[in-house]
């Protein structure tokens, strides 16, 4: 089997041969950013969304970004053929760059680390209307979630206690509201109406969410942006996890309690039928 090929620092190499300092800022203190894009027929899923988000969360950090979006464009190009095309899913980071020595202080014209790969794609089963199971937990992170940093020990630590208790994400309380799933975007039904966080320092901005947005609307269905309150949560039709990853999942269990009647509903049925529609037509080049 051929070896995976990665990017880092300007050149192509087989991923076994891909090193980087100790004294690597990304290594000493998680200083740096990254973002996951989808890959479907060799081609990046919303690509100039995910640039854009990048370019936000190395602005949010004083990162100048090292590469314009079509040098991005390019070297990302290049990445998936070489990994085969198809389906793919490319995760690539940004660190500070190597110090000299180790210390919290930095120094802005530091050259920072670029580092790029592809990985196989499994895309989700949206014929399951069986649902995945979520509990709540308490957001432990800081205040800046809308930067998608490479620090994500709380996320791991939240996403683990979700495992143990037998579910698949975590959903994450801050002050009584709803903000979002330890690797995910949420949203609920209520009487009829779609409602998902607003935009803030408290979540992440995802491609995703955005995209279901953008369908609900060009589909007249019922969407908008609201606090979620955890009764909300509790006492929702329907509750929906979304991210690069996932899709849109319904989840069906919260703790305890059966959302619904404990299958997926019809307003992610529907919505899941116009995700699947629009990836098609991207595969087929008719979207970008």
């Not at 081609?43 to 100048?64: C, G, K, P, T, Y």
Request: aromatic share 8%; charged share 20%.
């Amino acid at each position: 089997m051929a070896e995976d090929i990665v990017y880092l620092n300007g050149s192509f190499l087989p991923i076994n041969e891909a090193y980087i300092s100790v004294m690597d800022r990304g290594f000493m203190f998680g200083d740096g950013v990254y973002e996951l894009i989808p890959v479907y027929s060799g081609r990046a899923f919303r690509l100039q969304h995910h640039l854009q988000r990048l370019e936000q969360s190395l602005q949010a950090i004083h990162i100048d970004n090292p590469l314009k979006h079509t040098q991005w464009q390019d070297i990302l190009t290049t990445l998936i053929e070489y990994n085969g095309g198809g389906d793919q899913s490319l995760y690539l980071q940004i660190t500070r760059g190597v110090a000299a020595r180790r210390e919290h202080a930095f120094v802005k014209e530091m050259q920072p680390t670029i580092f790029a790969m592809s990985s196989p794609l499994t895309e989700p089963d949206h014929a399951n209307q069986t649902g995945t199971t979520a509990v709540t937990v308490n957001d432990i992170r800081w205040q800046c979630c809308n930067i998608k940093a490479i620090t994500l020990l709380p996320n791991i630590l939240m996403r683990q206690q979700a495992l143990e208790a037998g579910a698949s994400e975590a959903i994450l309380l801050r002050d009584g509201h709803a903000t979002e799933g330890s690797a995910s975007n949420i949203f609920i039904v209520r009487a009829g109406m779609v409602l998902t966080p607003p935009k803030s320092n408290l979540l992440l901005p995802g491609i995703t969410r955005d995209l279901l947005m953008e369908l609900c609307q060009a589909n007249n269905i019922p969407c908008r942006e609201a606090d979620i309150s955890e009764a909300d949560l509790r006492n929702a039709d329907e509750i929906w996890i979304t991210s690069s990853a996932r899709d849109v999942a319904a989840v069906v269990k919260l703790d305890d309690q059966t959302i619904g009647n404990g299958q997926a509903g019809p307003f992610w049925q529907r919505i899941c039928a116009l995700y699947a529609a629009y990836k098609q037509d991207f595969r087929a080049g008719k979207v970008s």
